[in-house]
């Protein structure tokens, strides 16, 4: 079974505009953590945000929040006022604490094009 | 800052060679990981290593293996390049006490 799911491989968002990446994930370890990764054209993985699975408040990074809803078992990006450089795929992704090898399980990711 | 290097950011093989994709970093991390990125399936784990001359197959071993003879180097072969493997390979490291991962820049292999 696919433990995240992204379900929209690609959106537009005009700019300046907010936007919100969805993400679904599937656990039965009780501690994790999630993790959103922009990668623009030129290929490297930048993370952008990390929410635990006890973490109280939704994380925040600047225009990068996660509104972090567990009994949905989601995780969904939102970003504000978005960028033109703000174009990129994007990758939502999952850490097990069970799992003792920290490898980070992936979703299919979702490609956002701003629009001036 | 955490770097993570790969040796070629573009590489064209033919079919049956053995290939050979470095990857080195600088900041002593214990674990190491090899995905593929694939159009439409996001990164898949190949192989990862949390210790020198230790391995662990990841979600999609076959064709490919591992050697980590330093802690700073993690090398992904592929015995006998087919056209299937075409694809990018990224190369990450963490530390266990971090939650973080440090990719490389990512080498995109083409076999033709």
């Known amino acids: 079974a696919q433990k995240i799911t992204q379900t929209q491989p690609g959106m537009f968002v005009q700019e300046k505009e907010a936007v919100t990446l969805d993400c679904t994930y599937d656990?039965?370890?009780?501690?994790?953590?999630l993790f959103w990764y922009k990668q623009p054209s030129s290929g490297e993985m930048i993370f952008l945000i990390y929410q635990g699975s006890y973490d109280q408040q939704n994380a925040t990074e600047g225009r990068y929040s996660l509104n972090f809803q567990k009994a949905r078992k989601s995780a969904n990006l939102v970003i504000s006022a978005s960028q033109l450089g703000d174009s990129a795929m994007y990758f939502c992704a999952m850490r097990e604490t069970m799992d003792s090898s920290y490898k980070l399980i992936f979703g299919s990711g979702t490609r956002l094009l701003v629009r001036p | 800052d955490v770097k993570v290097t790969q040796s070629s950011r573009y590489l064209v093989k033919r079919t049956g060679e053995k290939v050979f994709l470095e990857c080195v970093q600088d900041?002593?991390?214990?674990?190491m990981f090899w995905y593929r990125q694939d159009p439409g399936l996001g990164l898949r784990l190949i192989y990862f290593s949390y210790d020198v001359k230790m391995k662990e197959k990841g979600d999609i071993p076959e064709g490919y293996s591992v050697s980590r003879e330093k802690k700073e180097r993690f090398s992904l072969i592929l015995e006998s390049a087919s056209t299937n493997q075409t694809s990018m390979y990224l190369c990450?490291?963490?530390?266990?006490?971090?939650?973080?991962?440090?990719f490389g820049s990512g080498t995109r292999l083409t076999v033709v």
């Open positions: 990450a490291s963490s530390s266990p006490n971090l939650y973080g991962y440090t």
């Open positions: 900041m002593d991390h214990e674990n």
């Open positions: 656990t039965s370890d009780p501690s994790y953590g």
